[in-house]
């Protein structure tokens, strides 16, 4: 069956619209890692509540990343602050360290959330938040913590999302270990 030429201009016009559209992904859910589940846990800190996490208005990737036309967008709540707290949740939860009826809230804003799919051979992706803890309503700590990874890639679409989209969790365990680090975030939460 031969299709006419006007019908099969319009029938490669479609798909050829449809490959570059793209498909909406979303985020794998978040992974805890052990080291920082066990930093929690041995920190000595007490536990905590979490409070409202927001994104920094006009924050880059604060609804969705951009990879290469495919919008990827959180699993949980309605942007990536949600998966950041969800992912804290996780992380305190496990330690045995959270408690909605504590003292102690630890919120957050997003404020830079962003990955690349579109190189030759190499990728890169970034997260920056910035973190409050606060006690009975007074400030303890505030902090920027800013995480920051490259991985091998290819400019084959097929490889080079996947292996994007497989980065951002570990992008946030970045991010969260940086917390379980930091002293003073420690310090806040004793």
Known sequence: ??????RL????LVLLVALLHGCALNAPAYSPDASGIERARNSGIRPAALGSFSV???ATGGNSI???GSPMTSPVGNDYAAYLAEALRVELQLAGK??????LEISGQ?????IAAGGFSTNSGHIEASFV???????RYEAVKRAEATWDSSFVGAVAIPRAVQQYP?????????LWADPAFIAALQ
Do not use: F
């Open 1 to 6: 069956m031969r299709l006419p030429m006007t």
């Open 9 to 12: 201009a319009s029938l490669v």
């Open 56 to 58: 920094k208005p006009g």
């Open 66 to 68: 951009g990879l290469r």
């Open 98 to 103: 959270l408690d909605p009826a504590s003292p």
């Open 110 to 114: 997003l404020l830079s959330n962003d």
């Open 133 to 139: 803890v606060k006690r009975a309503g007074q400030t």
């Open 170 to 178: 570990v992008l946030v365990q970045q991010l969260i270990g940086k």
